[in-house]
C-alpha cells in the first residue's frame, strides 16, 4: 500500500483515552433504565436485556486481566471516519485483557456473519489502518439482521471461531439489529454477548449517554472547510447564489453544524420547517426575500445550505409520504406487476384526495422519485431528490414574478452542489480518532466484564480526553416503537434537533445578521497538529450543547 505523507506521519499518532480506563479500572453499576417510550411493548419484546442499569468505569488499582477472549467485528451500513480506530481500539483492548485474545472481521458487513465470510485481524492487518478513513479493512453493509435464520448462522461460526463476544458497530437501525441479536443470543444460553458502537456521520444517534455518533464531527469539519471555500469564492466572483445540499435524511444537525461553522446567509432546519408547518411556497418565498434584500445591497451573491432530508420534513408532504409508505406496503405485489409507464397514475389512485392533490402539484422528477425510487427499508430515497435544484428553480421563477411586479431589481444565478460521500471516509479528526479509539477500548471493558445489549458510552467530551468518562448503555434504554414497511417495530429513538436546544438557539439568534450580511467564517481545512483549541477542538454542536 502506497502512503501519502500525510498517512506516514497519522499512523503514529496514539489516541488519547479516559484516565479511568488508561490503567486500573472497576466497573459500577447504576440504576435499572426503561425505554424511551413504549415501556411495556419494548420489556415484552427484551425481557432478558430490558432494565439493564448503565455501567461507568472508575479508576481502579488494577487493569482488567483475564482469559484470552475471541471478539468479531462487523461495521455496519455508511462509512464514517473512525470506525477503523474502533476496531483497534477492541483489538488492542482484547489484546490488554490477555495476549492470546483474537479479533475476527466478518466482511461486507453483517452479511459476513451470516454467509461466514471473515478475517483474522492481526497486528500487522490493524497496524496498517490505525487514523486512517474508510470502513475498508474489513468492508461495510446493509444486511439486517432480524431473522432467526440469520442468527443461527451467526451462531455456527461463533462456535466454530470460539467467539465470545460480537461487536457491531453501526447507526440506529444497526444497533437496534445488536440488541435484538442479544436478546436471541441470551435467549438461548449460546453463551455469546453483543456490544454496539454509536456510528453515523447524521449526529442523529445521540443521547444523555452518547454525547456525540462518531464521525460526524469529521464529516462536519470537511463539508464546512468546502462550504467556506465556495462562500469566499462567492463573495470573490459575486455572481453566484450557492445552494448547497448536506447529508442527513432525518434529523438536520449536519446542516446546523455546518452554519455554525461557516455562517452561511440561509439555513434550513428540516425540524423547524416542520414545527411552524410550513410549505414548499413558505420555503420559496423565505429564501426569495433574503435574495431580493441582499439585492438590494448590491449583494447579487450568497449560501443556502438545505438538509438531505428536508423534503420529508414539510409538514404536508411528511403526510403524503407516509400514505404512500402504507399503500405500497400494503399493496407492493400488485404495484409490481404494473407497468412503469403506468405506475404514477396507480398511486393517484390508491391515494386519498388530499394527498393525491398534492401529488400532482410537484414536480414530476420528485413525484417519481417518491413514489419509484426506494431503499431496501421502503423508505423513499431522499438522498436522490434534488432539494438544491428544486429551491433554486423554484425561487428563480418566484423572482421572476418579483422583477415584473417591480418588486425585485437584482440578478440571480445559482451553482448547485450536493456534499455526502466526500465527508464519509475523511482520515478522522483528533476528535474522532481519540474518540472512535476510546469507544473499540470500551467496548473491550464491557465484554470483559460479560455485558451483553449494551453501548459502548464516551461522554463529558467537550474536556480533554484524559477526562471523558466511559462506560455503557442498555441499548433497550434508548429504544421506541415506529411503523416500519407498515409495521410497528422497536427500533432506537432518531435524536433531532432540539429547537430549544443551545446550537439551533445560536444559530437563530444571529441568522438574521447572517442573511443580510456577508459574514463568512473559513474554517480551513482539518488540522492535525499545533494548538489543542484548533486541532482536539471538538464540534459547535458539542460545545454549545454543554455551555
Same mark, same amino acid.
Given at each position: 500500500?502506497?502512503? #501519502?505523507?500525510? @498517512?506516514? %506521519?497519522?499512523?503514529?499518532? +496514539? *489516541?488519547? /483515552?479516559? +484516565?479511568?480506563?488508561? =490503567?486500573?479500572?472497576?466497573?459500577?453499576?447504576?440504576?435499572?433504565?426503561? #425505554? /424511551?417510550?413504549? @415501556?411495556?411493548? &419494548?420489556?415484552?419484546?427484551?425481557?432478558?436485556?430490558? =432494565?439493564? *442499569? &448503565? /455501567?461507568?468505569? %472508575?479508576?481502579?488499582?488494577?487493569?482488567?486481566?483475564?482469559?484470552?477472549?475471541?471478539? =468479531? /467485528? &462487523?461495521?455496519?451500513? =455508511? @462509512?464514517a471516519p473512525g470506525g477503523h480506530n474502533v476496531i483497534s481500539g477492541i483489538f488492542d483492548g482484547i489484546k490488554a485483557i490477555n495476549k492470546d485474545s483474537k479479533l475476527y472481521g466478518f466482511l461486507g458487513g453483517p452479511s459476513g456473519l451470516v454467509d461466514h465470510k471473515y478475517i483474522e485481524l492481526t497486528d500487522k492487518i490493524v497496524d496498517e489502518y490505525r487514523n486512517t478513513g474508510g470502513f475498508d479493512i474489513i468492508g461495510s453493509g446493509r444486511t439486517k439482521l432480524e431473522e432467526t435464520e440469520q442468527f443461527d448462522k451467526g451462531l455456527e461460526i461463533c462456535k466454530k471461531l470460539n467467539i465470545k463476544a460480537l461487536v457491531i458497530i453501526g447507526g440506529d437501525d444497526s444497533n437496534t439489529n445488536a440488541c435484538v441479536l442479544a436478546e436471541y443470543y441470551l435467549a438461548k444460553k449460546s453463551g455469546v454477548q453483543v456490544i454496539g458502537c454509536p456510528k453515523t456521520i447524521d449526529g442523529d444517534l445521540k443521547n444523555e449517554m452518547i454525547e456525540t455518533s462518531f464521525g460526524f464531527d469529521t464529516a462536519t469539519k470537511v463539508y464546512s472547510e468546502v462550504i467556506g471555500n465556495i462562500e469566499r469564492d462567492a463573495n470573490s466572483a459575486k455572481k453566484y447564489w450557492h445552494f448547497i445540499k448536506l447529508m442527513g435524511r432525518s434529523a438536520s444537525h449536519v446542516t446546523l453544524e455546518c452554519a455554525l461553522q461557516t455562517q452561511p446567509n440561509i439555513t434550513l432546519i428540516g425540524e423547524e420547517v416542520e414545527a411552524k408547518n410550513q410549505t414548499l411556497d413558505d420555503i420559496v418565498t423565505y429564501i426569495a426575500k433574503v435574495v431580493a434584500a441582499r439585492a438590494d445591497k448590491g449583494l447579487n451573491f450568497g449560501t443556502v445550505l438545505v438538509p438531505e432530508g428536508l423534503i420529508e420534513f414539510i409538514p404536508a408532504i411528511k403526510k403524503l409520504i407516509a400514505e404512500l409508505n402504507d399503500m405500497l406496503a400494503a399493496n407492493q405485489a400488485e404495484f409490481d406487476k404494473v407497468a412503469d409507464d403506468a405506475k404514477i397514475d396507480y398511486v393517484v389512485a390508491h391515494l386519498s384526495a388530499a394527498n393525491a392533490a398534492i401529488f400532482k402539484s410537484l414536480p414530476a422528477g420528485v413525484s417519481r422519485q417518491l413514489a419509484l425510487e426506494r431503499d431496501p427499508h421502503g423508505n423513499v430515497q431522499v438522498s436522490l431528490i434534488e432539494t438544491e435544484q428544486l429551491l433554486a428553480d423554484m425561487v428563480g421563477k418566484k423572482l421572476a414574478e418579483w422583477k415584473k411586479e417591480g418588486k425585485f431589481k437584482g440578478k440571480f444565478a445559482t451553482q448547485h452542489h450536493f456534499f455526502g460521500y466526500e465527508g464519509r471516509c475523511a482520515a478522522p479528526s483528533n476528535f474522532d480518532a481519540d474518540y472512535c479509539y476510546s469507544l473499540g477500548r470500551v467496548a473491550a471493558l464491557l465484554i470483559a466484564s460479560g455485558k451483553t445489549g449494551y453501548m459502548s458510552s464516551v461522554r463529558n467530551t467537550v474536556k480533554p480526553a484524559s477526562e471523558w468518562l466511559a462506560g455503557g448503555i442498555p441499548i433497550t434504554a434508548m429504544m421506541n416503537m415506529e411503523k416500519r414497511n407498515g409495521k410497528m417495530k422497536p427500533v432506537i429513538q432518531k435524536a433531532l434537533v432540539k429547537l430549544d436546544g443551545g446550537p439551533f438557539k445560536f444559530f437563530a439568534s444571529k441568522r438574521d445578521e447572517w442573511a443580510i450580511e456577508t459574514a463568512y467564517v473559513y474554517p480551513g481545512p482539518i488540522q492535525y497538529w499545533g494548538p489543542a483549541s484548533v486541532a482536539d477542538r471538538p464540534s459547535k454542536t458539542l460545545e454549545l450543547e454543554h455551555k
Open positions: 500500500m502506497t502512503k #501519502s505523507a500525510l @498517512q506516514t %506521519e497519522r499512523s503514529t499518532y +496514539a *489516541p488519547k /483515552v479516559p +484516565a479511568t480506563i488508561a =490503567g486500573g479500572t472497576t466497573l459500577k453499576e447504576g440504576k435499572a433504565t426503561e #425505554s /424511551v417510550a413504549d @415501556q411495556a411493548e &419494548i420489556k415484552k419484546l427484551f425481557p432478558n436485556t430490558y =432494565g439493564m *442499569p &448503565i /455501567v461507568t468505569f %472508575e479508576k481502579g488499582s488494577a487493569a482488567v486481566k483475564g482469559e484470552a477472549i475471541n471478539v =468479531g /467485528v &462487523i461495521l455496519s451500513g =455508511g @462509512q
